[in-house]
């Protein structure tokens, strides 16, 4: 379990991951040094906050955007209507290895 700007993911290695938006190219690496917790089978260490000396590798696969949001807004009797959009920047991960 870690944890990336402000949310908290459940992750394995290999697997991907589509979060909301970090900087960086595709294919730039990083690690995650805020883990909450690790289970290896029977073996679980939770975190007070966080877990010491666990790092989590992950690369950059993609930056994209989410689906569009109409946000419409209405006032009766006033001839007022105002209809925008909005999509969320994601960027998609992928975990690579997690280190203890």
């Known amino acids: 379990m870690i944890r990336i700007g ?3 993911y459940k992750v394995k290695e290999e ?3 589509l979060i909301e938006k970090i900087e960086g190219k595709e294919g730039d690496n ?3 040094s805020e883990v909450l917790l690790v289970a290896e089978g029977e073996n679980v260490k939770i975190g007070d906050p966080l877990v010491k000396d666990v790092k989590v590798k992950a690369s ?3 930056q994209t ?3 569009k949001l109409i946000i419409f807004k209405y006032k009766p009797k006033k001839r007022y209507r105002k209809k925008t959009g909005h999509r ?3 960027t998609q991960i992928k975990i690579e ?3 203890m």
Do not use: A, T
Request: charged share 35%; glycine share 10%.
């Open 88 to 90: 969320q920047k994601l």
């Open 60 to 62: 950059i696969v993609s």
């Open 15 to 17: 697997e991907f991951l």
């Open 65 to 67: 955007k989410g689906e």
């Open 30 to 32: 990083f690690d995650v």
């Open 6 to 8: 402000g949310k908290q």
């Open 97 to 99: 290895k997690i280190q």
